[in-house]
Each structure stands twice: as structure tokens, then as C-alpha cells.
């Protein structure tokens, strides 16, 4: 049964891995479309913003998040593990559901883009910026403190 443990540790490592680069890009993409937006609302050559977005979309963000989901499923899939996890996993799995939403909807604004129109303002896009630092920072809490 030692093997088990290991290929569990591999699937947590994993899950970390993926976790850090959906992260990065969460934070990174509504970054793009604040100076997407200024770029628009100055008439300067945007087209550059739209590359960067879609690449980050498709190369990054969108394989992390489906490692990342896939991993965690495999970890909580442990025999016992969900039943002795306590109310701390499902606040987390609550919040990772959030932030795949916030993920969906950041997906949609760049094909917004697409359309020549500025979707938001560049403030919008600074303010919404903050939604996942603070998630994560939920999110981490509650799986190190498992304060429930």
C-alpha cells in the first residue's frame, strides 16, 4: 500500500503545480484587459492585448484549471478522505466552483473584445483583478487551518 501513498503525493504535487499556473493567469488576464481597455479608450493598436489574451486563455489557464480540477477530484476520490475531510472541503470546493465561474466570465470578456467594443471600463477590469488574491487567500486558509 506504500505505492498508493506516493502516486497520492504525485497527485497533490500536481494539483499544487496546477493550481500555481491557473492562479497566475487569474491574476494575470484581467491585468491584460485593464491596459486591453486603455489601449481602446485611447484609440492606440490593441491588437497585440488580443493575442496575448488568447494564448494565455488557451496555452494556460484553460489546461491548468482542468489539471487542477482533475487532481483535486482524484485526491478527494481517496478511500475515506471525503468523509473525514469536514465542512473545510466543501467551503473550498464552493469557492474553487466560484472561481471556475470567474474563469467562464473571464473567457466571455475577451471575446467581447473581439468585437471591437470595450466591454468595461479599465477600472472595472482593476477592481475584478482583486477577486481572486482574495479567494485564494480563503481558499488556502481553509485548507491549511481546516478551521471547521
Same mark, same amino acid.
Given at each position: 500500500? #506504500? *505505492?498508493? @501513498?506516493?502516486?497520492?503525493?504525485?497527485?497533490? #504535487?500536481?494539483?499544487?503545480?496546477?493550481?500555481?499556473?491557473?492562479?497566475?493567469?487569474?491574476?494575470?488576464?484581467?491585468?491584460?484587459?485593464?491596459?486591453? #481597455?486603455?489601449?481602446?479608450?485611447?484609440?492606440?493598436?490593441?491588437?497585440?492585448?488580443?493575442?496575448?489574451?488568447?494564448?494565455?486563455? %488557451?496555452?494556460?489557464?484553460?489546461?491548468?484549471?482542468?489539471?487542477? @480540477?482533475?487532481?483535486?477530484?482524484?485526491?478527494?476520490?481517496?478511500?475515506?478522505?471525503?468523509?473525514?475531510?469536514?465542512? *473545510?472541503? @466543501?467551503?473550498?470546493?464552493?469557492?474553487?466552483?466560484?472561481?471556475?465561474?470567474?474563469?467562464?466570465?473571464? #473567457?466571455?470578456? %475577451?471575446?467581447?473584445?473581439?468585437?471591437?467594443?470595450?466591454?468595461?471600463?479599465? %477600472?472595472?477590469? %482593476?477592481?475584478?483583478?482583486?477577486?481572486?488574491?482574495?479567494?485564494?487567500?480563503?481558499?488556502?486558509?481553509?485548507?491549511?487551518?481546516?478551521?471547521?
Amino acid at each position: 500500500m #506504500a *505505492w498508493m @501513498w506516493q502516486i497520492s503525493e504525485w497527485f497533490e #504535487a500536481l494539483h499544487i503545480i496546477s493550481v500555481m499556473f491557473w492562479m497566475a493567469g487569474m491574476y494575470y488576464l484581467p491585468r491584460l484587459f485593464v491596459y486591453h #481597455a486603455e489601449a481602446m479608450e485611447a484609440g492606440d493598436p490593441h491588437t497585440v492585448f488580443e493575442k496575448m489574451e488568447a494564448n494565455l486563455l %488557451r496555452i494556460i489557464m484553460n489546461p491548468a484549471m482542468i489539471s487542477a @480540477w482533475a487532481f483535486g477530484l482524484l485526491l478527494i476520490s481517496r478511500p475515506g478522505f471525503a468523509n473525514s475531510a469536514g465542512f *473545510w472541503l @466543501w467551503t473550498k470546493l464552493f469557492l474553487v466552483i466560484v472561481l471556475s465561474g470567474y474563469h467562464g466570465f473571464l #473567457a466571455a470578456e %475577451r471575446k467581447k473584445f473581439l468585437t471591437g467594443s470595450t466591454p468595461h471600463s479599465s %477600472r472595472f477590469y %482593476r477592481m475584478i483583478n482583486e477577486i481572486p488574491p482574495v479567494l485564494t487567500i480563503f481558499i488556502v486558509i481553509l485548507v491549511v487551518v481546516q478551521p471547521f
